[in-house]
C-alpha cells in the first residue's frame, strides 16, 4: 500500500521550456502533498506545501510565480517549472501525505530534470 | 532548524553493526526516518512519536530520547541492501506532517 507515482522520471528540454511533472497517489487519498528539490549528495530541500483545494505554501527563497502548483484533487498534485533555465536542474520529489496527524510522507520516484 | 545527523558517514562490511544520531537544539516531536538508495525516492523506515519509545524494521530499531531532542537509528548485523543515505526528519511544529530533514548519514556496505 501507500503507493505515489510521479511522472515523467526524466526530462531534458531548451531553455525557456515548461515543465510539468505530476505526483499522484494511487491507493490512499492524499491530504497533503509535499515537493522537494534535492540536489546530488545533498538533503531534501523543501519547495512547497500542497493541500487540496487550497493555494499551496511556499517555503521561503522558492518562486511561487517560478515554480506552480496545483493540488486538484485528493490523489493528484502538479509542479510546473515556468520557463525553466539551466539553474533549475535538479532532482524533483513529491510526497504525499493521508489525513490526520504523525503520518508517514511517501514519496514518488522523483523527477530529474536537465535543462540545456 | 535542521536536525543534525552524525555521523555524516559510515563505511561497514557485512554483518557490522552502526548507530546513526539525529539531535535537535529545539524540541523533537516526532522523529520520521528514511532510506534513500542512489538514484531513487527516499523509502518511509518508521516514526517514533513519544519519549523513549522503540520501534523496530527488519533488523534496523530505533529509539527517540524527547528530553535529550535526539534519536538514534541501530543497524544490526548489516546487510549489503542496508547501504543507502539516512534521513532523519522533524516536524515543524507538533503534529504536522510537513518535515525538516537533516543532511543524512551515508551508509555503505561491502562484502
Known amino acids: 500500500g501507500a503507493v505515489v507515482s510521479q511522472h515523467p522520471s526524466w526530462v531534458i528540454c531548451k531553455s525557456g521550456t515548461s515543465v510539468k511533472i505530476e505526483c499522484r497517489s494511487l491507493d490512499f487519498q492524499a491530504t497533503t502533498m509535499f515537493w522537494y528539490r534535492q540536489f546530488p549528495k545533498q538533503s531534501l530541500m523543501l519547495m512547497a506545501t500542497?493541500?487540496?483545494?487550497?493555494?499551496?505554501?511556499?517555503e521561503q527563497g522558492v518562486e511561487k510565480d517560478k515554480f506552480l502548483i496545483n493540488h486538484a484533487s485528493l490523489t493528484l498534485s502538479t509542479l510546473t517549472v515556468t520557463s525553466a533555465h539551466p539553474e533549475d536542474s535538479s532532482f524533483y520529489i513529491c510526497s504525499a501525505c493521508p489525513g490526520g496527524r504523525n503520518q508517514p510522507q511517501h514519496f514518488g520516484d522523483g523527477t530529474r530534470l536537465s535543462i540545456l | 532548524q535542521q536536525p543534525v545527523q552524525s555521523p555524516q558517514a559510515v563505511i561497514l562490511r557485512e554483518g557490522e553493526d552502526a548507530v546513526i544520531n539525529c539531535s535537535s537544539s529545539k524540541a523533537l516531536y516526532s522523529v520520521h526516518w528514511y532510506r534513500q538508495k542512489h538514484g531513487e525516492a527516499p523509502v518511509f523506515l518508521m516514526i517514533l512519536l513519544k519519549g523513549g519509545e522503540q520501534k523496530g524494521h527488519e533488523k534496523i530499531s530505533a529509539s527517540f530520547n524527547e528530553k535529550k531532542q535526539q534519536s538514534s537509528l541501530y543497524l544490526t548485523a548489516s546487510q549489503l541492501s542496508y547501504s543507502g543515505t539516512y534521513f532523519c526528519g522533524s516536524p515543524f511544529s507538533g503534529g504536522y506532517n510537513k518535515l525538516i530533514f537533516g543532511a543524512g548519514t551515508r551508509l555503505a556496505v561491502h562484502p
Open positions: 500542497s493541500n487540496e483545494g487550497s493555494k499551496a505554501t511556499y
